[in-house]
């Protein structure tokens, strides 16, 4: 089955400094990469995703890389702020399921003002 | 549109006892999966549900079990609890647009075991 490793477990960056957090994934078959962001207390909420037929989206300060043949992924957040301090977690759907997604442990970002 | 929801937020059981969780999707949507969510595993799949049907199934014990209803709606069944089944219990709802299925989560059900 699918397994997703996420590096860093925890990032610290001075606001307006850029974050970058990585995945790779096992799986050729996944076709579907979210990214979901948790504040403490607080549901999981999607923040960007990518298909396998898409290399780069970009949404304001955030934008995903996919490298299908690396079989990675990477979530990029230019200009943070201390709003963007959160748990960051990557998934890949197993298979070509979306609706069975396997998540990455998670990094812990922290953005200092 | 109202966002997925979920009942009870809080749960105190004791090991031994069985549990019933239940997810009310977005409406319209017809697809709902079930995590549980710990810090040392993290968020792992349990299942997913479309259309009253288990469309895929993770890697945990038969205590864990679900049915969706006609409305959508699922529930989540744990037997036999065990200490280590303390987690929150997330359901996520998603549907397909463009060809996309996008998956909201609920706020989850913390689920405390005695």
């Known amino acids: 089955g699918e397994n997703v490793e996420q590096h860093p477990s925890t990032l610290s960056v001075q606001e307006g400094d850029s974050a970058v957090i990585k995945c790779t994934y096992s799986?050729?078959?996944?076709?579907?990469f979210p990214w979901y962001k948790q504040e403490l207390g607080k549901r999981p909420q999607l923040i960007i995703d990518?298909?396998?037929?898409?290399g780069e989206k970009k949404d304001q300060r955030i934008a995903v890389t996919l490298n299908k043949t690396a079989k990675h992924f990477s979530l990029h957040i230019t200009e943070t702020q201390p709003e963007d301090s959160a748990v960051y977690f990557c998934?890949?759907?197993?298979?070509?399921?979306?609706?069975?997604?396997?998540f990455g442990k998670g990094t812990k970002l922290s953005v200092k003002p | 549109k109202a966002g997925v929801t979920q009942t009870p937020r809080y749960l105190i059981k004791t090991r031994g006892q069985q549990v019933t969780l239940s997810c009310s999707p977005i409406s319209g949507h017809r697809s709902v999966s079930w995590y549980q969510q710990t810090p040392g595993q993290g968020l792992q799949f349990l299942f997913e549900?479309?259309?009253?049907?288990?469309?895929n199934k993770g890697n945990f014990p038969g205590r864990f079990s679900g049915r969706q209803f006609s409305n959508s709606r699922s529930e989540m069944n744990v037997s036999t609890l065990e200490l280590g089944d303390s987690a929150l219990y997330l359901c996520?709802?998603?549907?397909?647009?463009?060809?996309?299925?996008?998956?909201?989560f609920g706020p989850g059900t913390r689920l405390l075991v005695l």
């Open positions: 996520a709802s998603s549907s397909i647009t463009g060809g996309v299925e996008t998956q909201y």
């Open positions: 549900y479309f259309s009253e049907t288990q469309r």
């Open positions: 998934a890949a759907s197993e298979g070509g399921s979306q609706g069975n997604l396997i």
């Open positions: 990518i298909r396998s037929n898409v």
């Open positions: 799986d050729s078959a996944s076709n579907y």
